[in-house]
């Protein structure tokens, strides 16, 4: 039986494909950009926003509100890490908006 692959490993291929390299190739520029990284610094997002997600759209509409807070002093935008969390975050707060 072949093993499926992850989901992160299917992004990754479609984001090789799209840049026109080598799995291979995406894959080491990823990990020496990670390993040349000063990610986080001082000024970026306190994870726990994002990782305390709750049932209640209410109260992560809440918590996006202050996400867009951040957003708005710039960092997102000047940080790939946390401009990703963001977008990840508000699509997801989306969703479940339209769930409501």
Request: glycine letters at 4%; one cysteine or more.
């Amino acid at each position: 039986m072949a093993e499926e692959m992850s989901q992160i490993e299917q992004t990754l291929r479609r984001r090789a494909e799209r840049l026109g390299v080598p799995f291979d190739k995406l894959l080491e520029h990823d990990r020496n950009a990670f390993r040349n990284s000063t990610y986080p610094t001082k000024d970026c997002f306190d994870m726990s926003l994002f990782n305390n997600f709750v049932p209640d759209s209410r109260q992560r509409t809440m918590v996006v509100t202050n996400v867009e807070i951040l957003k708005m002093s710039g960092h997102a935008l000047e940080c790939a890490p946390c401009g990703a969390h963001v977008m990840v975050f508000n699509k997801y707060a989306a969703e479940d908006a339209a769930k409501a």
